[in-house]
């Protein structure tokens, strides 16, 4: 296992998690329920982590971060199976499920 991001806000790790996982990445998700230790540990113990489960899908996963990245910076878009208004940052229709 190779830890592959960190020191990103929980929306955006679990984001990169669902991305990699439809992928076919293995990976997993760490520290994502711990922010309620605040005070007791400290803040760089606090982070939610992604860890790959295997080193050689290093390369594949940062292609995926790319993307994310990318996308991040797109424009609002609307639906094209129900015509609703998306936000920018979602890549699946809220009303639908249809993929962007």
Request: aromatic letters at 8%.
């Amino acid at each position: 296992m190779i830890r592959l991001k960190s020191g990103v806000g929980p929306f955006v790790i679990q984001q990169y998690h669902d991305a990699l996982t439809e992928q076919g990445i293995g990976c997993v998700l760490r520290n994502q329920f711990i922010s309620g230790a605040a005070g007791e540990l400290p803040v760089q113990d606090l982070e939610p982590e992604l860890w790959l489960l295997n080193v050689d899908d290093a390369r594949q996963a940062e292609a995926v971060w790319q993307s994310l990245q990318a996308d991040s910076q797109a424009v609002a878009w609307v639906c094209e199976g129900c015509q609703e208004y998306q936000d920018a940052e979602f890549n699946i229709c809220w009303n639908c499920q249809q993929p962007r």
